[in-house]
């Protein structure tokens, strides 16, 4: 069974940077990693997602530009770069393998705030 541990945030500055960390763990084949994120009382929504073989990547609307998705294939972990973050960015980020329900991570908080 595959299982996600997301790391790597923290509270911000708008306008800062953060970089989130999600390691894979589990013999299962990644073909795709993605990210969601949760705010409170919201749905979570689709963040970001790249393909392990061809590295194609896809970003939400709210994000692109701002976020980049990365991987490093010995570690079986992704990366997700955030810059300019806004409040809105604040959320509960969490990673998934391969759609895998069973894969959810616990999240990793990042706040946005002056």
């Known amino acids: 069974q595959v299982h996600a541990v997301e790391s790597g945030g923290g509270l911000v500055q708008p306008g800062g940077s953060l970089r989130l960390s999600c390691a894979a763990s589990?013999?299962?084949?990644?073909?795709?990693m993605n990210w969601y994120r949760q705010a409170p009382g919201k749905e979570r929504e689709f963040v970001a997602r790249?393909?392990?073989?061809?590295?194609?990547?896809k970003y939400a609307d709210s994000v692109k530009g701002r976020f980049t998705i990365s991987k490093d294939n010995a570690k079986n972990t992704v990366y997700l770069q955030m810059s300019i973050l806004k409040p809105e960015d604040t959320a509960l980020y969490y990673c998934?393998?391969?759609?895998?329900?069973?894969?959810w991570g616990q999240g990793t908080q990042v706040t946005v705030s002056s």
């Open positions: 790249i393909m392990w073989n061809s590295g194609n990547t």
């Open positions: 998934n393998v391969n759609g895998d329900p069973d894969s």
């Open positions: 589990g013999s299962t084949f990644i073909h795709r």
